[in-house]
């Protein structure tokens, strides 16, 4: 696909949503679809024009990642240039946190909400194996 050529064709309203979806992406957002009563449109574009803003992206060593069945679309750099690195207790606690909001949303709830105290927290941590003395109570 040739970036230039491909942008041309677009409509007049839709360089500027090219631009504002671009501009999220490089500014380190996840797209998402956005509620079903109030979808994300620029969701809707980078789905339809995902090859565009691919090329446009690989110019500067990025690619587009746009998962339909995670229903998310993000940049990724080609050589794992601003990758975030955790120590091993970061990595613990967002484990932790993406296993009990897994829990929680298992949960046949009315609420989208998952809440967890810093107790609760530094409890798991501890069942993990982490000794406690390691463990801030303000974590």
Known sequence: MDFLEDYA???????????????????????????????????????RYRDLIDSYLQIG???F?????????????????????FSKLESLVLCTLRLHYHEQMRLAAEEDRCDITVGQLRERLVH??????QLSTRL
């Open 61 to 63: 060593g990025w690619g």
């Open 9 to 47: 064709k677009l409509e007049s309203t839709q360089p500027e949503r090219f631009q504002r979806v671009v501009t999220r992406l490089l500014a380190g957002e996840v797209i998402t679809p956005g509620p079903p009563l109030q979808p994300d449109p620029d969701w809707r574009f980078a789905e």
């Open 65 to 85: 990642d746009l998962d339909p069945t995670l229903r998310l679309a993000r940049t990724v750099h080609e050589t794992g240039t601003q990758r975030v690195r």
């Open 128 to 133: 993990a194996g982490k000794p406690i003395a």
